[in-house]
């Protein structure tokens, strides 16, 4: 008898049924997999497809289970949970991961890195004595929004096709913008990667991330994209190459400066929608200053934040593009725009930046 048979937890429908939301736990200590297996029986909604007490575990067993979202740890014996997520991506799509991790609480660094190889969420561990309603509760939610978007994507046809693409704007853009949140740094890595260095408009992005992580992002992103990478700040000139980054505490917006030309002014008034930063403000700023030569990205992401500020975009003759579902770890944002017929296209994030690159080249 192998190692997994001795751990796993086959899912069997019972009386949740079939459209209950599986989970799969990889952590290596019994103790934490004994508390998800309790939380999630307890939840009507849930069944817990499987456990693991190793990354290499959790791969075997993804041989026979299927699960929609899969609470990793980082921290294990062998393979380890950062290094597996590729492979259990690759396995289990389209599978939601959650990292799970008392690193998350250590740095950012550790966090955006899991971010980056494509984890939909973190959430940190909780220390001794933390496990409380407020963290079981937030938890749950969690899992039930990835849980929610995996059975989506897995059936596909309750994933909304835009009524209609908007034809894109034939001016040649000078600026890019992007937007996103849950799910969005892998997003936005694979937009950067797929984008040809000899694209060489200044880039702007939004991403939803505490202040602290504002550094982290900005190295993540370099190391990504080979381009230099700012932390928005005031008076800033937009650069040829260069992306500057919304820091956590601010919106990143345009104004014209005192030479006539763009540059950033750091906004933090609230916005209805409640974020900071908010992409809104970002695109709504970029169409007010440029009008038709605004490139903007909307990427995976919960909620509806950015299709105001698209709307302003479309509104003064620039281009919009969608993350398709399929690609997305949240198509909130991304499936918003879809859904209100302001994309000009709804696609992969590697396409989308083929898209800009022949709009670039557009004479």
């Excluded at 980056?116 to 959430?123: E, F, K, P, Q, V």
């Excluded at 690609?327 to 302001?342: I, K, N, Q, R, Y």
Aim: charged share 20%; with cysteine; net charge positive.
């Amino acid at each position: 008898m192998n190692a997994v048979s001795n751990i796993a937890i086959r899912f069997r429908p019972g009386s949740k049924g079939l459209d209950a939301i599986r989970v799969l736990a990889v952590d290596d200590s019994p103790v934490v997999r004994s508390v998800y297996r309790k939380l999630v029986s307890q939840e009507p909604d849930m069944v817990l497809a499987g456990s693991a007490g190793s990354a290499e575990e959790a791969l075997v067993l993804l041989d026979t289970v299927e699960a929609d979202v899969i609470l990793l740890d980082l921290e294990m014996p062998g393979m380890g949970g950062m290094d597996a997520i590729p492979r259990i991506i690759a396995k289990s799509a389209p599978a939601r991961i959650l990292v799970v991790s008392s690193l998350s609480v250590k740095g950012a660094d550790h966090t955006l890195a899991a971010l980056s190889l494509g984890a939909a969420d973190t959430l940190a561990k909780p220390r001794p004595g933390e496990f409380d309603k407020n963290y079981r509760e937030t938890l749950l939610r969690r899992i039930r929004l990835l849980g929610r978007v995996a059975k989506r994507v897995r059936v596909r046809s309750s994933a909304p096709l835009p009524a209609i693409l908007r034809r894109q704007d034939t001016c040649a853009p000078e600026v890019i913008a992007i937007g996103a949140s849950t799910g969005g740094i892998h997003a936005i890595g694979q937009f950067l990667g797929a984008l040809p260095a000899s694209v060489t408009l200044p880039i702007l992005i939004t991403q939803h991330l505490p202040p602290t992580f504002s550094g982290a992002l900005a190295r993540q992103l370099h190391a990504a994209s080979g381009r230099e990478v700012l932390v928005a700040e005031n008076r800033q000139k937009l650069m040829p190459g260069k992306i500057i980054l919304a820091p956590g505490n601010a919106h990143l917006t345009l104004v014209v400066g005192p030479d006539g030309e763009p540059v950033v002014r750091l906004d933090r008034h609230p916005v209805a929608n409640g974020c900071m930063p908010s992409v809104d403000r970002m695109f709504s700023t970029c169409a007010q200053v440029l009008g038709n030569k605004v490139l903007a990205v909307v990427l995976s992401g919960m909620g509806r934040d950015g299709m105001l500020g698209a709307a302003c975009i479309v509104e003064k003759g620039g281009s919009v593009f969608a993350q398709d579902a399929e690609s997305s770890a949240v198509w909130g944002m991304p499936g918003a725009v879809a859904a209100a017929g302001l994309a000009a296209g709804v696609m992969p994030p590697e396409q989308i930046a083929m898209r800009a690159a022949a709009s670039v080249s557009r004479t």
